[in-house]
């Protein structure tokens, strides 16, 4: 499959120390080489064939997936550590080489395999291949709790299906388009968006359908003629009856204790 849409970046956020020393440089199969995997119990959920490839074209961003595989394009380690454990990139502490060498990477799973499934093969699939060892940790920083407004949530649950997402940054508007998603993924585009960490503090549970459209730091095109688009505080609050309020908030994070560098041979 050919991946050519490019996706707007949300990983390059501030990177963070090194939590434990020196990066190895071995011991991984050639990049590129399909590896089908061993048997293994349920618990150990992973792809039955996944290839790994360095990436240098420098472009383009995407992740995918289809009935049968996961198809992420010009990823950073980074960014796959972000997408396989559900966190923030704010969320994430690891070496500096973790946010600029990229990589694409295929893998297969059965027909009807759940959507969180995929993201736990994912981890075993860095694991396996970068000999990634993290923990996981709590720490404060300065960020956004997500709360239902005093005028109350204004949406009810989706019925059940799968997920998508779909927009980014236009020019001067952003929109972002959701499908039977949680409000836990709204958190993460809103953290990419504001450049912190958004905590879910709504207690609500399912899944929503909703569109949200709000304004950027861009200046419109000349000639534009769309409506002006709000904030994003206020696009929260009128369509969603959701509010952000900024502060010091307690957010879980993923440390990178070790990972290895694929080389390609």
């Not at 297969?108 to 000999?131: E, S």
């Not at 005093?150 to 927009?167: C, D, I, M, Q, V």
Request: aromatic share 8%.
């Amino acid at each position: 499959m050919t991946i050519g849409v490019p996706r707007h970046q949300h990983f390059d956020k501030k990177r963070l120390l090194l939590a434990a020393g020196t990066v190895a440089l071995a011991g991984l199969p050639m990049l590129g080489q399909a590896t089908a995997a061993p048997q293994t119990t349920p618990q150990e959920l992973q792809y039955e064939v996944a290839t790994v490839k360095l990436n240098n074209t420098g472009c383009c961003t995407s992740s995918r997936a289809t009935t049968d595989q996961m198809v992420l394009t010009n990823e950073t380690l980074k960014n796959l550590v972000v997408l396989a454990f559900g966190v923030q990139p704010n969320q994430v502490t690891g070496p500096d080489w973790i946010t600029k060498s990229r990589f694409d990477i295929t893998g297969k799973f059965p027909p009807g395999t759940k959507y969180a499934d995929r993201w736990r093969m994912l981890q075993k699939l860095l694991k396996d291949r970068f000999n990634l060892a993290t923990h996981t940790g709590t720490q404060e920083m300065s960020g956004y709790s997500l709360q239902v407004a005093k005028t109350g949530f204004k949406l009810k649950p989706s019925e059940p299906g799968e997920a998508s997402t779909s927009g980014g940054s236009q020019g001067s508007v952003y929109t972002f388009d959701a499908q039977k998603i949680p409000i836990s993924t709204l958190t993460w585009e809103l953290s990419d968006f504001l450049g912190e960490v958004v905590v879910d503090q709504t207690g609500l549970q399912g899944a929503y359908n909703f569109q949200l459209r709000w304004a950027t730091n861009a200046l419109p095109s000349e000639g534009s003629t769309s409506e002006p688009a709000p904030s994003v505080f206020t696009a929260l609050q009128e369509t969603l009856g959701l509010r952000l309020q900024h502060g010091k908030v307690q957010a879980p994070v993923i440390v990178i204790d070790h990972v290895e560098m694929p080389t390609e041979n």
